[in-house]
């Protein structure tokens, strides 16, 4: 009889069960560390809000980390290329002034992109294999078209874009009406 009494407080199974999922646990928070540790050192910023995807494995170190910024902004007057690393120091810039265009010539996005992206493949070869992000500002109906050229010359991890032009929300400034002078 003593011996279903000692069963009922200490169970052997369960307990070595437990000591086992506390191992896993521990060796999981060891490779979060190492994997933290391994990103301060280097320096990448991470997009990813967990560490851990949906199969519980830890990440490589390069699954989601972005080293480098492709950013093109479209302007009413003025095209830009600016890259980036992941810290955002500028690496290069491009605007269309610096490609030869000048006055209305400027607004023309289809040739000031075509002539930024010649330049991106011939003076930027550092960027080809590395994941990349790419803003885009104010770009419109252009996008798939400039997100499909991109990306078969670099590896794109993400594309934001940003569209501030106002959708109406502005109030116009009132016309300014002709004087008319009257004749005598």
Avoid at 134 to 158: D, S, Y
Wanted: net charge positive.
């Amino acid at each position: 009889m003593s011996e279903k009494n000692y069963t009922k407080f200490f169970d052997l199974n369960k307990f070595l069960r437990f000591i086992n999922l506390k191992k896993q646990y521990l060796k999981q928070l060891k490779n979060k560390e190492k994997f933290l540790s391994h990103m301060k050192e280097k320096n990448y910023k991470y997009l990813n809000s967990s560490l851990t995807n949906n199969t519980r494995q830890p990440l490589n170190s390069m699954d989601n980390l972005i080293t480098y910024v492709i950013d093109l902004k479209f302007s009413r007057s003025n095209t830009l290329l600016h890259v980036m690393d992941f810290s955002g120091k500028l690496k290069f810039f491009y605007s269309a002034g610096s490609v030869k265009y000048s006055g209305k010539n400027k607004k023309s996005r289809y040739m000031i992109f075509r002539d930024l992206y010649r330049i991106l493949v011939s003076k930027l070869a550092f960027l080809k294999g590395k994941p990349v992000a790419l803003h885009l500002t104010n770009v419109g109906i252009n996008k798939t078209w400039i997100v499909k050229k991109l990306k078969k010359r670099f590896f794109i991890k993400c594309v934001k874009t940003f569209n501030l032009h106002p959708h109406n929300g502005c109030r116009k400034r009132k016309m300014r009406r002709k004087k008319f002078k009257k004749k005598k």
